[in-house]
């Protein structure tokens, strides 16, 4: 997976020679999602770095399937709209505009139906440290069909606070694709 990475972000950059500079960060930045991913049940990961006014803007998205459970049963929990709304909570804007708050609403998916939403600035903690860092983010909840315990967890986030509304719009056009595929179809479709 090391290697694979270091691959890509050699072959990107020889495409883009503006992000050298930045080489070390962006392999230490994927290596990070990678792992990150490995361990939380992530079926999707997808990065993005691109040089904006001699800055790099980096962005990820991941898809992860959950089944709901009980922490205190240890049993499925329901997954339907009702009580994935309530899990997700609002915060409200604090007095300035990188605060963290965050807005919950309902989403139409066009291909999976209604969705639970949180979007908005958070702490982030990072795993294994003591430190945090500050992210706009967007999380999609979408309930798997007919009845099945599962939960599709669509999370984007960016650290690039200043941009917050055009990469939520960004990250609910990415969001809006998605759609559940059954394997059959998978197969028909090769």
Same mark, same amino acid.
């Given at each position: 997976?090391?290697r694979?990475?270091?691959?890509?972000?050699?072959k990107?950059?020889?495409?883009r020679?503006?992000?050298?500079?930045?080489q070390?960060?962006?392999?230490?930045?994927?290596k990070?999602?990678a792992?990150?991913?490995?361990?939380?049940?992530?079926?999707?990961? !997808?990065?993005?770095?691109?040089?904006?006014?001699?800055? $790099?803007?980096?962005?990820?998205?991941?898809?992860?399937?959950?089944?709901?459970?009980?922490? &205190?049963?240890?049993?499925?929990?329901?997954? !339907?709209?009702? &009580?994935?709304?309530?899990?997700?909570?609002?915060?409200? $804007?604090?007095?300035?505009l990188?605060?963290?708050?965050r807005?919950?609403?309902?989403?139409?998916?066009?291909?999976?139906?209604?969705?639970?939403?949180?979007?908005?600035?958070?702490?982030?903690?990072i795993?294994?440290?003591?430190?945090?860092?500050?992210?706009?983010?967007?999380?999609?909840?979408?309930p798997? $069909?007919?009845?099945? $315990?599962?939960?599709?967890?669509?999370?984007?986030?960016?650290?690039?606070?200043?941009?917050?509304?055009?990469?939520?719009?960004?990250?609910?056009?990415?969001?809006?694709?998605?759609?559940f595929?059954?394997?059959?179809?998978?197969?028909?479709?090769?």
């Amino acid at each position: 997976m090391n290697r694979s990475i270091r691959e890509v972000v050699a072959k990107r950059v020889k495409q883009r020679p503006e992000l050298a500079e930045h080489q070390a960060d962006l392999i230490k930045t994927l290596k990070r999602v990678a792992r990150e991913a490995r361990t939380a049940d992530v079926v999707y990961s !997808g990065s993005m770095c691109e040089i904006v006014d001699g800055e $790099p803007m980096v962005a990820s998205l991941t898809v992860s399937v959950n089944t709901a459970m009980n922490e &205190t049963t240890g049993e499925t929990a329901p997954t !339907g709209l009702d &009580t994935l709304m309530r899990v997700l909570t609002p915060i409200e $804007p604090g007095r300035r505009l990188t605060d963290p708050w965050r807005r919950v609403r309902l989403v139409e998916l066009p291909d999976a139906g209604q969705a639970a939403r949180a979007e908005g600035i958070e702490d982030v903690e990072i795993p294994e440290d003591s430190r945090s860092y500050r992210a706009a983010m967007m999380q999609t909840l979408v309930p798997f $069909p007919d009845g099945d $315990p599962k939960v599709a967890v669509i999370s984007a986030s960016t650290p690039q606070l200043a941009l917050i509304e055009p990469m939520l719009e960004l990250f609910d056009l990415i969001t809006s694709t998605f759609r559940f595929v059954h394997r059959a179809e998978l197969d028909t479709e090769s």
